[in-house]
């Protein structure tokens, strides 16, 4: 029996783990990290645990700690949630030689799916479909490049104790090899301390779905259907589904039987997922197992009525699994929305930064939001950038589809750049809408979801921005003002004239000139607006954090978060930021150049590849640096060398700062 929990985890899947535990009655524990303090799973729980400075390695990943504060406070199990320990065999193992209970499968089912190439042997022996491909141990890289020149290119590289994208690279002709093994090699070492690799066939429109397995000790196993988790960046998912569109019961049976082979075939217990490549012609093959409960858990629990934490629990106490597969009944369908802290015009980059304002929809039986932060919390660079997981449930696909986009519509986030608009256009594509998926969806639609900056707002939303910095001013507060005699103000307000102003609002990296004209009457807040050749009547109110307009007899209302003079507009068509360029700046712009070699965000400096005063060629790699557990390449933004390097490995550095100096080849080479 689990009278008392401890979740060895943070942010989202702690607060879900919590959440189910308490309404079994289960105390629990959380465990925090300096940057974690004062999180939410930590005031969730009924009791915390300090384990230590903010990199994982430092807290979250101290086993032997977790153990010994786990004795101490008398906890019954652990619960690893995802990631960090959660697929660790010798976490597993301690716990097991300690007497708790470890919710999750025995640490021979961890190590016999923790390498995928000794998984890979495992799954054929138990004749589970595999992909073509090399998971050998010979690691030198002239026998992984001979095995990607036979098996032909493209070809993927992956990290065999890998997960999550991390340790991954796609590799498309042979003068690619070398520099995406040593990458991968690299992004493995720091996220698993294993650099063994994979070689496998990459297949060009497959679709990623995936089996949700349960299994007791008593030797029960059931699948809970499927999940389609085709949309990616990165090799990691961002949009999931279930069950997956246009799959037919009897492949759905076909997948679900070789996920429970796999299951058996390595005596599983709990929660595990067997994921699959799924081709066009119907064909499926193995890719991996993940041993512990997946991110996207809730739409198999939004599709089924189930609770698979409190599976977990029940399992874990060595009873039977709750129910049989023929009393598991599929119903309607589910999507799961990632909202990420990135930047998706710039390559998904992971974004740090409190959250100034955060308004989630409306949660209903229909909608619902999972996450592990709240309000003026910050996003730090040492862990996942996840904020949520929005959740919504639907009779059909069209309809869950449609609540989808409509709570996206309704998801406002202010302080940092996320994902939103951008899984916006990705629920409202025309191939999304018609489930035409494939893990290369992103890419394939690339020119309709990555359109050019001048297109990606309205220009009708220029006058309201106008107006909300005017009516931020505080000459504009009237309502704080008892005075309402103009030469008490310091307003616009002019004796037998019309005064005018320009204001240059800077958008999406342009900078947009408005010339407004004010009213003599200054009661009557109406203001007329040039922007280019077009002209606007405006006026408008604000209340609190909303903002109410009329543009030339149009009327809208807005949203909106004003944090050190940077503005952000929200409504169901509206999400952008903008801020107000200042006179004297308006002239200075940083060129591509410049701002090629600054950080593009906050992270660890890992290697530097050119040497000082080496020739090097536009686009050639000369920097790497890593955040959030993910690498991102520094390229050489035209011919010339590097003179000097401000930074070198394991240095932290802040986001915009400049990471060396460049010497461009033009420079050098000018005529007297």
């Given at each position: 029996?689990i009278?008392?929990?401890?979740?060895?985890n943070?942010?989202?899947?702690a607060?879900?783990?919590?959440?189910?535990?308490?309404?079994?009655?289960?105390?629990?524990?959380?465990v925090?990290?300096d940057?974690?303090k004062?999180?939410?799973?930590?005031?969730?729980a009924?009791e915390?645990?300090?384990?230590?400075?903010?990199?994982?390695k430092?807290?979250?990943?101290?086993?032997?700690l977790?153990i010994?504060?786990?004795?101490?406070?008398?906890?019954?199990a652990?619960?690893?949630?995802?990631?960090f320990?959660?697929?660790?065999?010798?976490?597993?193992?301690?716990c097991?030689?300690?007497?708790?209970?470890?919710?999750?499968?025995?640490?021979s089912?961890?190590?016999?799916?923790?390498?995928?190439?000794?998984?890979?042997?495992?799954?054929?022996?138990?004749?589970v479909?595999?992909?073509?491909g090399?998971?050998?141990?010979?690691?030198?890289?002239?026998?992984?490049?001979?095995a990607?020149?036979?098996?032909?290119y493209?070809v993927?590289?992956k990290?065999a104790?890998?997960?999550?994208?991390?340790?991954?690279?796609q590799?498309w002709?042979?003068?690619?090899?070398t520099?995406?093994?040593?990458?991968?090699?690299?992004?493995?070492?720091?996220?698993?301390?294993d650099?063994?690799?994979?070689?496998?066939?990459y297949?060009?429109r497959?679709?990623?779905?995936?089996?949700?397995?349960?299994?007791?000790?008593?030797?029960?196993g059931?699948y809970l259907?499927?999940?389609?988790c085709?949309?990616?960046?990165?090799?990691q998912?961002?949009i999931?589904?279930?069950?997956?569109?246009?799959?037919s019961?009897?492949?759905?049976e076909?997948?679900?039987?070789?996920?429970i082979?796999?299951?058996?075939?390595?005596?599983?217990?709990?929660?595990?997922?067997?994921?699959?490549?799924?081709d066009?012609?119907?064909s499926f093959?193995?890719?991996?197992?993940?041993?512990?409960?997946?991110?996207?858990?809730?739409?198999t629990?939004?599709?089924?009525?189930?609770?698979?934490?409190?599976?977990q629990?029940?399992?874990?106490?060595?009873?039977?699994?709750?129910?049989?597969?023929?009393?598991?009944?599929?119903?309607?369908?589910?999507?799961?929305a990632?909202?990420?802290?990135?930047?998706?015009?710039?390559?998904?980059?992971?974004c740090t930064?409190?959250?100034?304002?955060?308004?989630p929809?409306?949660q209903t039986?229909?909608?619902?939001?999972?996450t592990?932060?709240?309000?003026?919390?910050?996003?730090?660079?040492?862990y996942d950038p996840m904020?949520?997981?929005?959740?919504?449930?639907?009779?059909?696909?069209?309809?869950?589809?449609?609540?989808?986009?409509?709570?996206?519509?309704?998801y406002y986030?202010?302080?940092?750049?996320?994902?939103?608009?951008?899984l916006?256009?990705?629920?409202?594509?025309d191939?999304?809408?018609?489930?035409?998926?494939t893990?290369?969806f992103?890419?394939k639609h690339?020119?309709?979801l990555?359109?050019s900056?001048?297109?990606?707002?309205?220009?009708?939303?220029?006058?309201?921005?106008?107006l909300?910095?005017?009516l931020?001013r505080?000459?504009?507060?009237?309502?704080?003002?008892?005075?309402?005699?103009?030469?008490?103000?310091?307003?616009?307000?002019?004796c037998n004239?019309?005064?005018?102003?320009t204001?240059d609002l800077?958008v999406?990296n342009e900078?947009?000139?408005?010339?407004?004209t004010y009213?003599?009457d200054e009661?009557?807040?109406i203001?007329?607006?040039?922007?280019?050749?077009n002209?606007?009547?405006?006026?408008?109110?604000?209340n609190?954090?909303?903002?109410?307009t009329?543009?030339?007899?149009h009327?809208?209302?807005h949203?909106f978060?004003?944090?050190?003079?940077?503005?952000?507009l929200?409504?169901?068509?509206?999400h952008?930021s903008?801020?107000?360029?200042?006179?004297s700046?308006?002239?200075?712009?940083?060129?591509?150049?410049?701002?090629?070699?600054?950080?593009?965000m906050?992270?660890?400096?890992?290697?530097?590849?050119?040497e000082?005063?080496a020739?090097?060629?536009?686009g050639?790699p000369?920097?790497?640096?890593?955040?959030m557990?993910?690498?991102?390449?520094?390229?050489?933004?035209?011919?010339?060398?590097?003179?000097?390097f401000?930074?070198?490995?394991?240095?932290?550095?802040d986001?915009?700062?400049?990471?060396?100096?460049?010497?461009?080849?033009?420079?050098?080479?000018?005529e007297?």
């Amino acid at each position: 029996m689990i009278n008392k929990l401890l979740i060895a985890n943070r942010g989202e899947i702690a607060c879900r783990v919590i959440k189910t535990a308490t309404t079994l009655g289960i105390k629990t524990v959380a465990v925090y990290s300096d940057a974690d303090k004062n999180a939410m799973h930590v005031n969730m729980a009924d009791e915390a645990i300090y384990l230590g400075a903010s990199p994982s390695k430092e807290s979250y990943l101290k086993a032997e700690l977790i153990i010994e504060k786990s004795k101490e406070l008398g906890v019954d199990a652990i619960h690893p949630g995802y990631g960090f320990l959660s697929e660790n065999a010798k976490f597993a193992t301690l716990c097991a030689e300690n007497n708790i209970i470890f919710v999750g499968p025995p640490a021979s089912a961890i190590e016999a799916m923790g390498s995928k190439s000794a998984a890979k042997k495992i799954m054929e022996d138990a004749g589970v479909p595999l992909v073509p491909g090399y998971h050998g141990d010979n690691q030198d890289e002239s026998t992984l490049k001979a095995a990607a020149d036979e098996m032909g290119y493209p070809v993927l590289l992956k990290a065999a104790a890998g997960g999550g994208g991390k340790g991954m690279r796609q590799v498309w002709s042979g003068s690619e090899f070398t520099q995406a093994l040593n990458a991968a090699k690299r992004e493995s070492m720091a996220s698993f301390g294993d650099d063994h690799m994979l070689v496998e066939k990459y297949l060009t429109r497959p679709r990623h779905v995936e089996i949700q397995v349960f299994c007791d000790e008593l030797g029960n196993g059931v699948y809970l259907f499927e999940r389609d988790c085709s949309v990616q960046r990165r090799h990691q998912k961002i949009i999931e589904e279930a069950p997956a569109p246009n799959m037919s019961q009897e492949i759905r049976e076909k997948m679900g039987e070789a996920a429970i082979k796999a299951a058996k075939a390595i005596n599983y217990v709990g929660a595990g997922t067997v994921e699959f490549l799924l081709d066009e012609d119907g064909s499926f093959y193995f890719m991996e197992m993940n041993t512990r409960l997946q991110v996207e858990h809730p739409v198999t629990e939004m599709i089924t009525n189930e609770d698979l934490v409190q599976w977990q629990l029940t399992v874990a106490e060595g009873k039977a699994l709750p129910k049989t597969q023929q009393e598991l009944v599929l119903s309607g369908h589910a999507f799961e929305a990632r909202i990420y802290a990135e930047d998706p015009d710039n390559e998904f980059l992971p974004c740090t930064g409190t959250l100034n304002l955060l308004r989630p929809p409306v949660q209903t039986e229909v909608v619902r939001v999972d996450t592990g932060v709240r309000e003026g919390d910050e996003v730090s660079v040492y862990y996942d950038p996840m904020i949520a997981k929005l959740v919504v449930w639907g009779e059909s696909r069209e309809i869950a589809l449609k609540r989808l986009i409509h709570a996206l519509n309704n998801y406002y986030i202010e302080g940092l750049s996320t994902n939103i608009s951008f899984l916006k256009r990705v629920a409202s594509h025309d191939a999304f809408q018609n489930a035409e998926l494939t893990t290369t969806f992103i890419d394939k639609h690339s020119d309709s979801l990555f359109t050019s900056e001048n297109e990606r707002f309205s220009q009708s939303i220029l006058p309201v921005m106008t107006l909300l910095t005017i009516l931020k001013r505080p000459s504009h507060l009237s309502e704080s003002d008892n005075s309402s005699a103009p030469w008490q103000k310091s307003g616009p307000w002019r004796c037998n004239s019309h005064h005018r102003e320009t204001i240059d609002l800077l958008v999406k990296n342009e900078v947009i000139s408005v010339t407004v004209t004010y009213s003599n009457d200054e009661l009557l807040q109406i203001f007329k607006m040039q922007i280019g050749q077009n002209e606007f009547t405006v006026e408008g109110v604000v209340n609190e954090n909303q903002i109410r307009t009329i543009v030339n007899g149009h009327r809208t209302s807005h949203v909106f978060s004003a944090v050190n003079g940077e503005y952000t507009l929200f409504n169901k068509d509206t999400h952008i930021s903008f801020s107000v360029v200042p006179p004297s700046l308006g002239e200075e712009q940083n060129s591509d150049s410049d701002a090629a070699l600054e950080a593009p965000m906050n992270g660890t400096i890992v290697a530097l590849l050119v040497e000082p005063n080496a020739p090097v060629e536009k686009g050639q790699p000369i920097l790497v640096m890593e955040a959030m557990k993910m690498e991102h390449t520094i390229t050489a933004p035209q011919d010339g060398a590097v003179e000097s390097f401000f930074y070198q490995p394991g240095e932290l550095v802040d986001g915009g700062a400049t990471l060396l100096s460049y010497q461009p080849k033009s420079a050098g080479n000018k005529e007297d």
